[in-house]
């Protein structure tokens, strides 16, 4: 029975237990919490266990251990921290994590990596940087921050990147559509994934001078004047498969 306001109750039959004082009513049980699932690519476990330590005070991410073979299995890591450590097999890891998730955010972090290097890294597909000596407050806002879809990066890193855009906007942005041949696509696809000149050259059978004249040739063709320009250029133009 349902009471308006300033009728009498004309039942003594007690009222049923949806229908007790306000105070003393159940609330409903809270809605289930969306954790970011982040799996950390480290082959030092006393890494993830710091890693797991600076994150124990965030109650909306959870850590998982995992190596690189392992991403393609685990559907529901939603970011991968990878740890660089100034590795060299880092863009190999990188391509082959994009290959089998190309819709996976990476947030690197490592240890003194200069400009250039973080920039190849974002060229390469990751969403960010991190440095290591950043505070768990950094660490943790780079992760929401990358995990909603934007860029974590130093400042002078994306001023860099910017200052390279705006100098010649004509030549990084061509107006035309550039056309290219098989093998220099192929050679493109293999130089953003953060393949050297010898890598790419074995990789397509070729030698490794015949690759420095395709890699010479695409970059007239787009107008830049290196190969992080250019690999910026095919990502954000969509010029590769990612």
């Known amino acids: ?27 409903p049980p809270p809605a289930p919490s969306t954790k970011v699932k982040i799996a950390v690519v ?70 003194g990596a200069d400009d250039e290097m973080i920039l190849k890294a974002l060229a390469a597909g990751a969403k960010g940087y991190v440095d290591e000596a950043a505070s768990p407050n950094e660490f943790a806002m780079a992760i929401r921050i990358v995990h909603q ?6 400042r002078r890193v994306l001023s860099t990147f910017i200052e390279r855009v705006t100098s010649s906007p004509g030549r990084i942005f061509p107006a ?37 004249a395709h890699v010479a040739k695409l970059m007239r063709k787009v107008g830049v004047q290196n190969r992080i320009a250019l690999s910026v250029h095919a990502i954000t133009h969509s010029l590769v498969s990612r």
């Open 1 to 27: 029975m349902v009471n308006l306001p300033g009728s009498k109750q004309t039942s003594s039959a007690p009222a049923p237990a949806a229908a007790k004082r306000k105070g003393s009513e159940v609330p």
């Open 42 to 111: 480290e082959s030092d476990p006393l890494r993830f266990i710091g890693f797991r330590a600076l994150f124990d005070s965030e109650p909306d991410m959870e850590l998982v251990s995992a190596s690189a073979s392992d991403i393609a299995s685990n559907a529901d890591a939603d970011l991968i921290l990878l740890g660089s450590r100034g590795n060299q097999n880092l863009f190999d890891v990188m391509a082959g994590l994009k290959a089998t998730r190309p819709d996976l955010r990476i947030l690197v972090t490592g240890a």
């Open 149 to 154: 879809g934007s860029v974590w990066a130093p």
């Open 176 to 212: 035309g559509r550039v056309t290219f041949t098989d093998r220099e696509k192929e050679v493109l696809e293999l130089l953003v994934a953060g393949r050297s000149n010898k890598e790419i050259g074995a990789a397509l059978g070729i030698e490794e001078r015949t690759v420095k």
